[in-house]
């Protein structure tokens, strides 16, 4: 079986190898797409084709709508030649279940692919005409948070983006810069109305796709090459809008081990291409079945109705409970716990740690006991379950092929949000202690301990990326494996940095405990795992 529109005429060969299609003429939903486009998304990438695309297939297979997707890729064009075309974008998505069973879609939602290329004359030009259409309500974004930044490492302006301040709108070269012409299109087509929703896994992010877009309408006016009515039309909220968006779905690289299943089913599309630029892409995409997508509900010109397939709409101080719930609580601290012990001891797959007794119990107690009683409750999602579904179902499913070296990637970048905001809610608290945490700081010293690079059993290892590794790695020079403390002149600098932790650890009374944890934690082989046996069966 190949994955083309052709192949699937043969539905009882794809039916027999256990493969749910789609339920609706494609044709006819391109055709009316084409008419009258609603959605177009920007962000070619497998948390889309996983999670967002698979959504709108649901509603289109219970007749609930009658338009597809129109994907655009800004970054990497090869994704659209190489993945999207030659298989009349579609794509399969594998659920791998935590029960061990998986379901196979062929998703057939997303209709046309679009490069957001403004010196292909073809491909602009039909751009242009779908941001123009007074039918279009929403541009959706998986761009990763990179892709909203207009500035280098220095925080200067990148050469593109200051070409393009000067030039205008006519030929834009940065991706924000192509984004905000495609809009000024929209607006000298009738100031028509428009939602930009960012579906990125970063806080307060439609904030951040305002702050680039407006960036730019503002610079345009300011040079002269926009009118000031374009400035105006981007800061009127009944004309454009930004919503705050919370998306949860792992989503990992396509897996050599899902690729022989479709193989042994009979499905021969599944070779992966890497482009020029890197980017890893297949004809499948394999994921969790848990998914969590909700948004700010402000659209000018109405909005797809996904909430017919399971997304959430509400207000975004609700948007903003949700996404503190999970990042700040009861999904990324007990992944980042689970990544910085998980290197430490050995491990490359993050479900086998859940077989760990004392990591289990681990993220137990820092979910349940430290983070729950500080949790602001968002009303449309429990914590208590969010965190019951994480560790009971997502994190222990032996088929997700995750792993603690990539979530211990900038590592020193997350723990001020995963931690820091706990911690400062004990201390702004006239009921909790902040002394009496004590697996959070233990993760706190568990990491400083990571960033020697020594394992457990006194192997050296590769610390994940991190851009303040060498710095903090520097500090910890001279402490070895069996060294004895005290050990507070080589970690002061590292713990009082409210840069990475939110909050000097010592004013916020925990310094001394982390400086404890890290000295047993240095003892000798095995002391790491002597020390979680410790403390998390106090």
Request: net charge negative.
């Amino acid at each position: 079986m190949k994955l083309n529109e052709a192949a699937l005429q043969d539905k009882a060969a794809w039916k027999k190898a256990g493969f749910a299609l789609p339920q609706f003429d494609r044709n006819q939903v391109r055709e009316q797409t084409k008419k009258t486009p609603k959605w177009i998304h920007f962000g070619a990438g497998n948390i889309f084709r996983a999670f967002t695309a698979n959504v709108q297939q649901d509603i289109l297979n219970a007749g609930k709508a009658d338009t597809g997707i129109i994907v655009a890729e800004g970054f990497d064009y090869e994704i659209i030649d190489k993945m999207y075309r030659p298989h009349d974008d579609l794509s399969v998505l594998v659920t791998l279940k935590s029960n061990g069973s998986i379901e196979k879609t062929v998703v057939g939602s997303i209709v046309e692919s679009l490069k957001v290329d403004s010196q292909d004359a073809a491909e602009w030009k039909r751009l242009k005409e779908i941001f123009c259409a007074p039918a279009l309500q929403m541009v959706s974004f998986t761009i990763t948070e990179k892709g909203y930044s207009l500035v280098n490492g220095k925080g200067e302006f990148t050469d593109a983006v200051q070409q393009d301040f000067l030039n205008g709108p006519a030929a834009p070269i940065s991706y924000i810069g192509k984004l905000a012409a495609l809009v000024f299109a929209r607006y000298q087509s009738g100031k028509l109305p428009l939602a930009l929703v960012s579906m990125d896994n970063c806080s307060h992010n439609g904030t951040k796709l305002y702050n680039a877009v407006s960036t730019f309408s503002k610079k345009w006016m300011e040079n002269g090459v926009a009118d000031a009515g374009f400035d105006a039309y981007i800061h009127d909220r009944s004309k454009v809008s930004f919503p705050w968006s919370m998306i949860d779905k792992i989503t990992p690289r396509p897996d050599d081990s899902v690729k022989e299943m479709l193989v042994k089913d009979g499905f021969e599309d599944v070779e992966a291409e890497v482009t020029s630029k890197h980017t890893y892409v297949a004809p499948f995409v394999n994921s969790e079945e848990t998914q969590y997508l909700v948004i700010e509900d402000w659209f000018p010109n109405g909005r797809p109705n996904l909430d017919a397939g399971g997304v959430i709409f509400t207000d975004r101080e609700t948007v903003d409970k949700v996404e503190k719930m999970k990042v700040c609580t009861c999904l990324n601290p007990l992944h980042t716990a689970l990544a910085v012990f998980g290197c430490l001891l050995g491990y490359t797959l993050i479900s086998k740690e859940m077989k760990d007794p004392e990591l289990k119990k681990l993220v137990e107690i820092i979910g349940y006991k430290e983070g729950l009683p500080v949790v602001v409750n968002p009303g449309i999602l429990d914590p208590k379950e969010f965190i019951d579904t994480v560790l009971n179902v997502r994190v222990p499913n032996p088929f997700m092929p995750d792993t603690p070296q990539r979530i211990a990637t900038d590592t020193s970048q997350k723990l001020g949000i995963r931690y820091g905001e706990t911690i400062k809610a004990y201390l702004a608290s006239p009921t909790l202690n902040v002394t009496d945490l004590k697996l959070i700081p233990l993760v706190l010293a568990g990491w400083c301990r990571y960033i020697m690079g020594v394992d457990d059993s006194g192997e050296t290892f590769e610390p994940s990326s991190d851009p303040l590794l060498a710095e903090n790695q520097a500090y910890l020079a001279n402490v070895k494996l069996g060294s004895k403390g005290p050990f507070h002149e080589a970690l002061q600098p590292i713990l009082s940095n409210s840069a990475i932790f939110g909050v000097d650890l010592y004013e916020a009374g925990l310094g001394k405990t982390v400086e404890t944890y890290f000295a047993e934690l240095v003892e000798g082989p095995g002391a790491v795992r002597s020390t979680l046996k410790k403390y998390v069966n106090l």
